[in-house]
């Protein structure tokens, strides 16, 4: 019984969090008091919901301030005003018009070094991952979820760096130093 109460009291929690956020972040001017006290609410509404029921209590008071933000952005898409000015029509990298060069070796490079090439080093990051997780007495198959886990998390982090870099060198650079985690890992194997 207390558990249903506080993983209601975290979804209202939620849902207020959500709320005071969207007021706040619809005034003219910023106020940092509503803005902490909406995060403040949705820290509370996790830290509640695991309290209540672990895991599930704060997936529960998640849902809870996801529904509530969903239900906002509609009302504020269908009540917005219709836009004063059109779209702009400036082109960002887009592919060329008329008899502009399509430059598709350097976009297939670009894709291969922002899209590719940073699984590598993400794999070596999960493999240095398991060692670590060895190393400090994890078992196997805890060590392989928290692996497998951190892999796509640090291929976005890669990939967000190259993407930020304009210069080949800058992006080459990164990549090269995010490989780093792999050379253990490679050393390991071939001496197995």
Do not use: C, H
């Amino acid at each position: 019984m207390a558990t249903d109460a506080l993983i209601a009291a975290s979804a209202l929690a939620a849902v207020l969090g959500v709320g005071t956020l969207r007021f706040a972040w619809s005034r003219a001017k910023r106020s940092s008091v509503l803005n902490t006290l909406g995060w403040g609410l949705l820290a509370a509404s996790v830290a509640g919901g695991w309290a209540g029921a672990g895991a599930w209590g704060s997936t529960v008071s998640a849902l809870w301030a996801m529904g509530a933000a969903f239900v906002l952005l509609a009302v504020a898409a269908l009540t917005a005003p219709a836009a004063r000015s059109p779209a702009s029509n400036r082109r960002a990298g887009m592919l060329p018009e008329g008899n502009e060069p399509r430059r598709t070796g350097r976009r297939l490079i670009t894709f291969l070094l922002v899209a590719v090439l940073p699984l590598v080093p993400s794999v070596g990051a999960a493999l240095a991952l398991v060692q670590l997780g060895k190393a400090l007495g994890w078992s196997t198959a805890n060590a392989l979820v928290t692996a497998l886990m951190a892999a796509p998390l640090v291929w976005a982090l890669i990939t967000y760096a190259v993407l930020m870099r304009a210069d080949r060198q800058g992006q080459l650079k990164i990549l090269a130093l995010a490989s780093l985690p792999l050379l253990p890992a490679l050393a390991a194997g071939i001496a197995a």
